[in-house]
């Protein structure tokens, strides 16, 4: 074998592991401003819809989102902004008469002990507090992920419903890889 064929085949590997991590479906890092008849949606949510999952973000109060690790290809986009409805009420589930069970200070409702109604006992008054470790120290906060958004969650904008429903919701855009601006513009 000439020196030339042992450099070839050195290369070879080399070749193979950029041809690979060059695929399609790379992550990219995508960031915009959503926008309702022109003006900021003030927050609220949008996913992204992949063949392999939902890729949520978080809007600001100025309209901005940010998403990193996200599939390249064309995604189904939804938008939510229900929310932060103020309008909008809590949903009572059967069997439950109002709050948390009397184990938690509530009146409760349903039918098993501690959950409150006839059957239901008293119990303390708040819900259980973190314990500490084995050694009695208290177990430290996870810290929030640099690229979480920071400050106040936004304020309600009525926006069609069309937009939070994958089925209906008309906003597809293409990701490449790498970052890339995407903003995206509702309508009614």
């Given amino acids: 074998m000439t020196a030339r064929h042992l450099f070839t085949f050195a290369l070879l590997p080399l070749f193979v592991f950029v041809s690979a991590c060059s695929k399609k479906g790379a992550p990219a890092k995508v960031t915009g401003t959503v926008t309702y008849n022109g003006q900021p949606v003030t927050g609220g949510s949008l996913a992204f819809h992949t063949d392999a999952g939902v890729y949520a973000a978080v809007i600001d109060s100025q309209g901005k989102y940010s998403i990193a690790d996200l599939p390249t290809g064309e995604l189904v986009v939804t938008v939510d902004t229900e929310s932060l409805n103020p309008n909008v009420k809590t949903t009572t589930y059967a069997g439950q008469t109002g709050g948390p069970g009397p184990k938690y ?21 708040q819900p259980p507090q973190p314990k500490g470790d084995a050694k009695g120290k208290t177990q430290p906060k996870s810290p929030m992920p640099e690229d979480a958004p920071k400050g106040d969650k936004g304020t309600y904008v009525k926006i069609p419903r069309v937009y939070a429903d994958k089925s209906k919701s008309t906003l597809k855009v293409t990701v490449k890889d790498g970052d890339q601006v995407i903003d995206l513009q509702l309508k009614d």
């Avoid at 349903?110 to 959950?115: N, S």
């Avoid at 109604?117 to 303390?124: H, L, N």
């Fill in 105 to 125: 200070g509530g009146s409760g409702g349903g039918k098993y002990p501690g959950a409150g109604g006839k059957t239901g006992g008293g119990g303390p008054s």
